[in-house]
Nanobody, 126 residues
Framework: QVQLVESGGGLVQAGGSLRLACVASGRTFGSYAMGWFRQAPGKEREFVATITKSGASTYYSSFVTGRFTISRDNAKNTVYLQMNSLKPEDTAVYYC???????????????????WGQGTQVTVSS
């Protein structure tokens, strides 16, 4: 399995932006679809965004569409989540995820995640 390490979280005011990064170990990064999930206190972990192995296709949850952008650089073994127009309800721990199965919507489901990062805290103040 691939090892994942997130960075880029922090405290930001509502309307601001953050860029999360997730670096994967190993030489097989391009063999994994990548995604981001988040978990707020007292709530279940939920899907945010996913990108296919080649980066050709992306898919977003309805609550981030138009505000967040997922991208990847296979040469750097890195996946990014650009978050704009942040809202207080975006406050959560954000987790990077990797999955070996094909399909742009496969990694929307937690059951298809093969590896998780340790998470990075994002806090949006009102």
């Amino acid at each position: 399995q691939v090892q994942l390490v997130e960075s880029g979280g922090g405290l930001v005011q509502a309307g601001g932006s953050l860029r999360l990064a997730c670096v994967a170990s190993g030489r097989t990064f391009g063999s994994y679809a990548m995604g981001w999930f988040r978990q707020a206190p007292g709530k279940e972990r939920e899907f945010v965004a996913t990108i296919t192995k080649s980066g050709a296709s992306t898919y977003y949850s309805s609550f981030v569409t138009g505000r967040f952008t997922i991208s990847r650089d296979n040469a750097k073994n890195t996946v990014y989540l650009q978050m704009n127009s942040l809202k207080p309800e975006d406050t959560a721990v954000y987790y990077c995820a990797a999955g070996a199965k094909n399909g742009v919507v496969v990694l929307t489901r937690i059951m298809n995640v093969d590896s998780w990062g340790q998470g990075t805290q994002v806090t949006v103040s009102s």
